[in-house]
Every structure is written in C-alpha cells, then in structure tokens.
Nanobody, 124 residues
Framework: QVQLVESGGGLVQAGASLRLSCAASGRTFSNYGMGWFRQAPGKEREFVAG????????YYADSVKGRFFMSRNNAKNTVYLQMNSLKPEDTAVYYC?????????????????WGQGTQVTVSS
C-alpha cells in the first residue's frame, strides 16, 4: 500500500504561482511512477503531469506545458507540482497518483494509488 497526501492548494489571483506537494508513505517511493491529475466541477478527471519511476522522463498536458513543472525528491518521499502563470481555467481539485514502475501514464486507470486531493482556485 502507498498512502499519498497532497498539500499546498489555495485561492490565488490569475498570474500567481503555487507549489503543490504530495507526500508518500508505505513503500519504496523511488520505485513508483507519479502523476498529477485535476478535476473541475462537472468535468472528468484529467491528466496534468507525470514522471517516470526513474525520474528520467517528465511529461505534461498541452494545457500546462511551459507553466507547470513536476519534480520529485526521493529522500523526502515527495513529489511537487510548481504551477506558474495560473489561469482561472486551472481551477480544480488536484490529485497525485502513483503506480509501481510506471514509465508513462496519462489516464487515471493506469494508477493504483490516489491522494485525497487539494483545491486550487484561481480568480480572474
């Protein structure tokens, strides 16, 4: 089992930055591919960013490419999502997810473990 806890969400104005954190516990974190997803009211959960278990591959949704940056610190069992130049359309609940030895995962059903989510609200 892997437990994931997100933090760092909040209410910001358009153009601001936020950094989300996802703390993992339970298993060898470095063996897990990680992803960030988001879900706005009335919409399906959508992929935002992902990182392979080795950390050698990072990939992003087109809607956030160049604005959002994902990183991981295996010593702290934590992944981060740095979000810059936030837009009102980025408003959603953000979730982190994990899958053992995952290299590339852009759909929710590719992940086995999920956090509870953190709300990000961007006002115009």
């Amino acid at each position: 089992q892997v437990q994931l806890v997100e933090s760092g969400g909040g209410l910001v104005q358009a153009g601001a930055s936020l950094r989300l954190s996802c703390a993992a516990s339970g298993r060898t974190f470095s063996n897990y591919g990680m992803g960030w997803f988001r879900q706005a009211p009335g919409k399906e959960r959508e992929f935002v960013a992902g990182m392979s278990w080795s950390g050698g591959r990072t990939y992003y949704a087109d809607s956030v490419k160049g604005r959002f940056f994902m990183s991981r610190n295996n010593a702290k069992n934590t992944v981060y999502l740095q979000m810059n130049s936030l837009k009102p359309e980025d408003t959603a609940v953000y979730y982190c997810a994990a899958k053992l030895l995952l290299v590339d995962g852009k759909t929710p059903n590719e992940y086995d473990y999920w956090g509870q989510g953190t709300q990000v609200t961007v006002s115009s």
